[in-house]
């Protein structure tokens, strides 16, 4: 039986849209005391993990360009949870590091994402299975 490609439950887009949307909704009772957006969340993330880094490496780290990069950054400057620095060696290239607000986020947010994995409840190892077969299809989607 040939799939019609114009019927909204035939589309592989839809479900990982819908899936995305809900998903992400869940840490918004968590974020919004924080006064921070999942967006922000996530470079938070990267961050904690990384210290120091340039524009560049963490739009590719989390697949977001400086359009959307630049205004968000600048919205963590202006409140106080990083820094953005131009490098000594290439004036164009902004180093971004965190604050020390910005490190004291990271207890804040640290039960954040036990919370949102208690309340999705999907047995482990299928959780492991999904996390693959997401991650296959960022690179294979990511490639093109």
Not at 13 to 31: D, E, G, M, Q
Not at 121 to 129: A, L, R, Y
């Amino acid at each position: 039986m040939k799939k019609d490609s114009l019927k909204l439950e035939d589309q592989l887009c839809f479900p990982l849209y819908v899936a995305s949307r809900k998903v992400i909704s869940l840490y918004h009772p968590y974020l919004k005391p924080l006064n921070i957006t999942y967006t922000q969340y996530i470079v938070f993330m990267a961050l904690w993990n990384n210290e120091r880094m340039t524009v560049s490496e963490l739009g590719k780290m989390l697949f977001l360009d400086n359009g959307t990069l630049t205004p968000l950054l600048k919205k963590m400057e202006a409140q106080g949870y990083i820094t953005r620095t131009r490098s000594d060696k290439d004036e164009r290239v902004v180093m971004i590091s965190l604050t020390e607000a910005g490190w004291q986020m990271k207890e804040k947010c640290r039960d954040i994402q036990t919370s949102v994995e208690d309340s999705v409840d999907i047995d482990p190892d299928n959780s492991q299975d999904l996390y693959a077969l997401l991650y296959s299809l960022i690179k294979k989607v990511s490639d093109k």
